[in-house]
């Protein structure tokens, strides 16, 4: 949506060919955002704001090839119709990690183990803080790095926001269950935005969350309903045996099935993680080896709201210098 708003203020024709019913993708399923628990709604205002009465907005768009002739591409959807564009801006987004695959957790198993998305979807409707026994939960568990920075499951880059994201939702969890305690089971606090390292003090100054340097290595069920967690503590290289009454698993970024069905049409490169690779980190991170064709967003690899939004920006700027014939656009980076 904003690299659409930023061409179309431009003075080109854009045409914004979403999969889905409405417009939004993640961000609609997200109640609040970090660090200043901005509503998420109010971001996607925004961003709707820039393309009202200026984009060509199709929902429900299915691609089914893709063709270039002459400079110029074509888009076939399954409803027969056709786009022809100059130019294209991939923006497929990501899913989250599949929390089934980690057996050892629980998930789908035992009623008391949800997401990340779970909770926030929780948290967003407002309701009264329950757990599956219809009880108000004691202790709270949040699991770092679920389906991030695991051999496993043969994902090895970190997801990038989920601790951040754990630190506001345990806030939030204790904001609506004061008398509860909160435990944080990470492998390393990776807080790299700016005002995020505050949230990380005020979590455990003010609202007493602890934080356990660990993994889990298992969650069971016990006969009152609990989970019964072990984790290594590493930071004193001991085991940890602990009860629950709810565990949240901060499932990270993988690419999307879109992603992949789109860069496979174009005959685009991956990298080693699955995710759109581009033509150069530093110097052209939005330009994929195909003329025409360009990324932003998730796509090529976890991004918070923040980073996709500039990086959506950065896409447009690339766009237009390449279909004006700017001489910038042509220029290739240095070996190094």
């Not at 090839?65 to 888009?75: A, K």
Request: glycine letters at 8%; hydrophobic letters at 40%.
């Amino acid at each position: 949506m904003e690299a659409a708003a930023y061409l179309s203020a431009m003075g080109f024709s854009v045409a914004l060919l979403e999969k889905d019913n409405q417009l939004g993708g993640h961000l609609l399923k997200w109640d609040r955002l970090f660090p200043n628990n901005r509503k998420a709604v109010e971001v996607l205002e925004f961003l709707k704001e820039g393309i009202e009465h200026k984009v060509e907005i199709v929902l429900n768009a299915e691609i089914i090839g893709i063709d270039r002739l002459e400079g110029e591409y074509r888009v076939k959807t399954r409803d027969g119709r056709v786009f022809q564009a100059n130019a294209i801006l991939l923006a497929t987004g990501y899913e989250v990690f599949d929390a089934h695959r980690k057996e050892e957790y629980g998930y789908g198993i035992y009623d008391n183990v949800i997401t990340s998305v779970d909770l926030e979807d929780w948290l967003g409707r407002n309701r009264e803080f329950l757990n599956a026994q219809g009880k108000v939960p004691r202790k709270v568990g949040f699991i770092h790095c679920v389906g991030s920075r695991d051999e496993k499951v043969g994902n090895l880059y970190c997801s990038k926001i989920c601790c951040v994201n754990a630190v506001k939702q345990s806030i939030e969890v204790k904001q609506k269950v004061p008398k509860a305690d909160i435990f944080c089971f990470y492998m390393d606090m990776r807080m790299f935005g700016i005002h995020f390292e505050e949230m990380y003090k005020e979590a455990q100054e003010k609202y007493g969350i602890t934080f356990i340097r660990g993994r889990l290595s298992e969650a069971s069920e016990n006969m009152d309903g609990q989970l019964v967690l072990k984790v290594e503590d590493t930071l004193v290289g001991r085991p940890l045996k602990m009860s629950v009454d709810l565990l949240v698993l901060m499932v990270g970024f993988v690419p999307s099935q879109g992603t992949r069905k789109m860069g496979e049409l174009l005959g685009l490169n991956f990298d080693s993680t699955g995710f759109l690779s581009f033509v150069d980190e530093h110097t052209l991170p939005n330009e994929t080896s195909r003329p025409g064709v360009f990324v932003a967003g998730t796509c090529t690899s976890p991004k918070s709201i923040n980073d996709t939004i500039t990086d959506a920006r950065s896409a447009a700027a690339q766009i237009a210098s390449y279909l004006n014939g700017y001489k910038i656009a042509a220029r290739r980076p240095v070996n190094v």
